[in-house]
């Protein structure tokens, strides 16, 4: 998700109201679909930055709400500069780790931890976050170093979810991210996470879709390269605003990625948190725009 302060508050501003949709629940063929719970990540311009002032952790009594309505998976962000203060070989802030994986032992829930930088179940490992105008080689070798890094700590048990370069787009995909079929991983756990967004340049800032098929076409050459390749994706953040033609190409998109299946474990949605407020894509119970317009949209393809 590309987002300024400034692209939240005007693009807040453009929601219109919309009549709820009834969708019936059916059994789904995904393995997970969910949320990404965004706000431990927040005031990156002040590290380590103040508890409840700079940042906050997801709210666990909204996530068991989320989890009572079906989802299952939660992908939640945080900095590792906050995780690893002075240096990158340095120690642990012991409180921010423990706030970090209390989210998951309360719960008992499906989380992927996702390391933001602009630049895992129960509990898997998100590599680097969007990584966007960087070397293509470079993007293949990080990630590879990451994998094999965690691999040599002894964590084998868990996927580990890559993206590409290009804010690891699923429309670029082909375009850019092609040499990352070379990653390797000695327990055969690698995941491609990609992002989609359906407004005009495909950033997330603007709640209204290009097209009531624009879901679908945008996640159609990725589709393509993992089947032609043997590899397996999640769609790691996707979002429209609260409208008839976002909830048309949202239901196109999703029923097109439990059609393929095989290649698509799974979803989750941008984004949900405390702190989002009146933000377009909020999926923050029990009042987030996303959450009241949108969730009977995503309640079919909950697992």
């Given at each position: 998700m590309?987002?300024?302060r ?15 949709k009834?969708?019936k629940?059916?059994?789904?063929s ?45 992908r ?11 240096t ?19 719960k ?79 327990e ?21 879709c290009?097209s ?10 990725a589709?393509?390269w ?26 196109g ?51």
């Open positions: 590309r987002f300024s400034f692209a939240i508050l005007a693009a807040a501003a453009s929601v219109a109201a919309s009549p709820l009834e969708h629940k059916r059994a789904s995904f393995k997970w679909f969910g949320v990404s719970e965004s706000c431990a990540e927040f005031g990156s311009g002040n590290i380590p930055g103040v508890y409840g002032t700079d940042y906050i952790f997801p709210d666990t009594s909204t996530i068991q709400t989320l989890i009572d309505d079906g989802m299952n998976i939660f939640v962000a945080f900095l590792m500069e906050r995780l690893v203060p002075t990158m070989t340095g120690s642990f802030d012991s409180e921010y780790l423990s706030n970090l994986t209390s989210t998951s032992r309360t008992n829930l499906n989380m992927v931890t996702d390391e933001y930088k602009g630049g895992g179940l129960h509990h898997q490992r998100s590599l680097d976050n969007e990584y966007h105008d960087m070397d293509q080689t470079l993007v293949l070798d990080l990630n590879q170093a990451a994998i094999d890094g965690i691999r040599a700590a002894g964590a084998t048990s868990q996927y580990i979810f890559v993206e590409g370069n290009s804010y690891t787009g699923a429309w670029t995909w082909t375009e850019v991210n092609g040499n990352l079929v070379n990653l390797t991983d000695t055969n756990k690698i995941i491609y996470e990609m992002h989609q967004y359906l407004d005009s340049d495909g950033s997330g800032t603007s709640a209204t290009v009531s098929t624009i879901g679908q076409e945008r996640v159609e050459s589709t393509q993992l089947i032609d390749n043997d590899k397996v994706g999640v769609l790691g953040e996707f979002a429209g605003g609260v409208n008839d033609v976002c909830q048309e190409a949202i239901t998109m999703l029923s097109y990625l439990e059609d393929n299946s095989a290649v698509w474990l799974g979803a989750s949605w941008w984004a949900a948190g405390p702190w989002w407020a009146d933000y377009i894509f909020s999926m923050e119970p029990p009042s987030g725009l996303a959450y009241t317009g949108m969730l009977s949209t995503l309640e079919p393809y909950f697992v």
